[in-house]
Each structure stands twice: as structure tokens, then as C-alpha cells.
């Protein structure tokens, strides 16, 4: 179907929408126009809200009715692309709406996405909303990047590396009387069970064996250690640890980030080191974000309690569901509206709350590989909002360029201008 050219024809499809009297034809001109032209904006009409906290409402209904329908009816890695689209047509309204308010007619445009972020209470790392949801392109232009994958190297005792990705699914190595095995979704499970009939690299299951698992940028794996802990790294990860837990300690070594289901053990805790931070466990969920370029190591607690402890000044800090520390000079704990947002990465999301273009592009950078320019002074801008990690990098770009911040990509170089 040809794109219509028309402003009026898509302001007036537009206001169907927001009336829900679009037809399901008119629904897929809409996206379809809306792909080609995303820097446009809607004009509400001044009988749709009487004022801003109106509006937010509104807009927040609206988009808990089209994901609930979605959830439904099980659509939401399988719809449609037109209704993809209109899903990114709804979140262009949230992002960047232009609406009259007054008999002036003053042009007040408004930024929501964040105050919609914070109106539910959520308390738990299961994200059931998507407030941006389009399916990614099968044909990407030429010019863009492909989002993070399953990637990952193992590094065995010996020096010897296999790279996960490219490894067949079976066994893998026999590493301190464990087999590593990779599943078929994807897992690198460490197992007691050492029957195999493949050549594998000489055992020293006496030795106390270490292994590293690293990720590259745009990379995401999971692992099951010995214990029966799982564990999903980040883009530019990596964990180290023993192949066989001996003594009172589960040790293990971050960096980077990672998110954790620690298996229940009361005569071993479990202990993750990353930089300048311990944090101790028997038996809990947490997400521990602790890259280099980060201002802070941020650890977010969903489930149990974990004590975190300063390795520089030996203070240690307890924390309790809900709540996350922050470790600089020294350590802070608050109290989050929203853990989902910690995790946001596990579970295939870019989530930001009142964020700055630094730490958005910080995200963007790991997970598809690129480097990051800026040109010119940055304005304040603070991002709010979710969005779909599967998406190609211009697809997000777009996204983004709706707060009015714009991007030139080079390559693997992404240019940030005001």
C-alpha cells in the first residue's frame, strides 16, 4: 500500500484512533504512513483532555487497553507488522505531543513517557507492558546495525577458549569433574553427570579449576553454575568462578553486569566480587550493574536479602526487597519504585527512568557495538520510556529522536547532536 502523503488525512486517522473508531484498513494506512514519516507530530483536538493531568490519564488508558488486548491473545512476539506500527504510532504520541489547552491555542508540547513509567507499582522483574513494541525489520537498510545476540567465550582452566556461539549443543569440556554443557536454548549448564563419548580436554578434578565466561559488546548469555545458580550476563560481561564450590564460600567474580537466582545453601554463601564491592547471599534474586564506565556499582535486590559490604572501608550495608544500593565513596541505599527496571535487560528491554543522554547512550553503545560521539553541547534532556532491544540501532535512534536529540550514524560510530 502506497504511504499517504496527506497531513490532514493522517491527523484525521490519528484522532480516529485516539476516538477508537479506526477501522482495521485505516489502522494499517496509518502505520504504514507513520513509518515514513516518524518526525511527525499529532495535534490533539482541544475537546480530547481539558489539561495536562488529563491528558496523562488518558494516554496511559489508552496504552494499558492495546497491551492488555495483545497480552490476550498471546501477540506479543508474533503480531502483525501494521499493528507493531500503530503500537510505535501510540508511543510518537507519548513521546512528543503538541496539544491546545486555551482559547490562546498555546502550543505546549509535552514529554509523559516517564510519568507513565512511574504510574504503576511494580515490585517485580516480570515485565508485563511495553510501551514501545515494534517488531524488528527483517531487511535492515544498509547503512544500520543488528541488535545483540546469544555471544559469549568460555575460557577453561588450561587457557583453552571456546566460543559459545558458534559451539554445537551437547557437551562441551570436563572441567573439575563437572560436564559443560550447552542446552539447546542456549544455557552453558555445568553438571556432575561426566558421561559423554566426545574427546574432551584432560580432567584435574583434584585441581581447583577456575573458568571464565565473557561476553562481547552486543553479546547476552546464560549459565548454570555447580551449585545449580543461574546467572544472566550482560552485553560486555564477564564471571569467573570455580568449576567444583570447596570450603564455606560459592566465590565468584564480576564484571560488568549480571543478574542472579542464587540456589539455596545454607552451609556455602554465596559471594559475588566486582569492583570495590562483596556482596553475600544463601539464597536470592538481585542484579548486581557494575561496569567500569558507570558512576556507581548499583545492586538491585528483588527477592531474599544480600549484604553489601564496602571491600575499602569494610562497612557493610543489609538490604531488603525493593530496594538497591548505590556504592561511590561510599554506600547509599534507596528505595525503588520499580525493580523491573534493573532488569529491564534480561528480559529483552531498554528501560529508563529520568535518565540522561549519557547513560541512555551508554546502554546503546554495549548492546550494539558502536562508539559514541558527541557534537556540541548536550541539553538536559532526561528520558523516560521503554523499548524493545530486539529493534535495530536506527529503529531506536528514531526513538530516541523524538526528545529532540539527534543522532548521525557513521559505521559503528553513532554522532549525538543537540
Sequence with gaps: MKPLSSDERYQELAEKWLNNTISPEEKEAFAQWYNFA????IILPENYVTDEKELKERIFSEIENVISAKDSHSIRRNYKWYYAASAAAIIA???SITMH???KIKETELVVAKEIVDKPSVQTPKIKKSFISIKKSELLTENDIEPGDDKAILTLGDGTKIILDDAQNG????????SILKAADGELIYSFSTESNLQLPEDHSNDIIFNTIETPKGGKFQIRLPDGSKVWLNAASSIRFATKFAGSKRQVELHGEAYFEVAHDESKIFEVNT???TVQVFGTHFNINAYEDEPSVNTTLLEGSVRISD???NISQMLKPGEQSKLTERIEVINVKNTAEAVAWKEGYFQFHEADIKTVMRQIERWYDVSIIYEGDMPNYRFGGEIERS???IQVLKVLE???VHFRLEGREVIVMP
Design 38 to 41: 516518524q518526525d511527525k507530530n
Design 391 to 393: 529493534l535495530s540501532l
Design 275 to 277: 569492583r570495590n564491592q
Design 101 to 103: 489547552f486555551n482559547s
Design 311 to 313: 571491600i575499602r572501608t
Design 171 to 178: 557437551v562441551l569440556a570436563n572441567q573439575g569433574g563437572n
Design 402 to 404: 523524538k526528545t529532540k
Design 93 to 95: 504520541v507519548v513521546f
